[in-house]
């Protein structure tokens, strides 16, 4: 179970940004709002890489917040996947599981699967210019899935893709959540991405 209890962050003399729900492992939980609401702000809260004013952040009972951003129970598919373009498919998820991508074989395991999870197994020695928009966000959510952690942020991940490519990821989410028991939270602005997720929507 994820709480989010009070949250309260207020950019310097900027927006304020408030929070306050609870999504059930294994649910999947959308957060919406138009933009500007705050969506991005509180998954960066929940992720650690922005600190509250007030307010608290839990996970199976206890606080995150004492946790730095690495070190917490969740993985994050940003908005734009910042892939590395100097760096193969391969490394793009090793830099996620080790800064230095010196991984143990069981890592290098999880990347092998993570890339076959996603369809794409076979661009392990690609660099992201040379793949599509949806293989990029591919990519970026094998390095999630190989960080095999057991709670999801996903922020806008269908904005930038074209019809057939937000199918295509949609049902790729769909999967994961069954199989790998993950607890999603998504932020969008499209009622359609949480109807077809399944996801109980918290308004923001
Ligand atoms: P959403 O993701 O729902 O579009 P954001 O969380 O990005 O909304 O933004 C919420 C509010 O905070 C907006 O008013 C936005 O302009 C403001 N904001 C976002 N990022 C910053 C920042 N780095 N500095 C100051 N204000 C920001
Ligand atoms: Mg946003």
Do not use: W
């Not at 074989?105 to 690609?126: D, H, P, T, Y």
């Not at 499209?190 to 997720?197: N, P």
Request: positive net charge; proline residues 4%.
């Amino acid at each position: 179970m994820l709480e989010v209890e009070n949250l309260f962050f207020q950019y310097p003399r900027g927006a304020c940004v408030r929070a306050h729900f609870r999504a059930a492992a294994g649910a999947a939980c959308a957060l919406m709002g138009a933009s500007g609401a705050g969506k991005s702000t509180i998954l960066n809260l929940i992720a650690g890489l922005l600190t509250p004013a007030r307010g608290d952040i839990r996970f199976h009972g206890r606080s995150l917040l004492a946790d730095k951003p690495a070190a917490r129970p969740l993985t994050y598919l940003l908005q734009s996947g910042n892939l590395f373009a100097h760096l193969t498919v391969r490394e793009n998820l090793a830099i996620g599981l080790h800064p230095g991508m010196k991984l143990t074989s069981e890592q290098n395991r999880a990347v092998e699967r993570a890339l076959a999870r996603v369809s794409l197994g076979g661009f392990a020695e690609r660099k992201p210019p040379s793949l599509s928009g949806g293989q990029r966000q591919r990519v970026a959510l094998a390095r999630c899935l190989a960080r095999d952690r057991p709670l999801l942020l996903l922020d806008e991940p269908f904005s930038a893709l074209d019809q057939n490519l937000r199918e295509e990821m949609l049902a790729l989410i769909r999967e994961l959540r069954r199989d790998q028991k993950l607890t999603l939270l998504l932020a969008t602005h499209r009622a359609q991405d949480a109807e077809e997720l399944g996801a109980e929507v918290v308004e923001v």
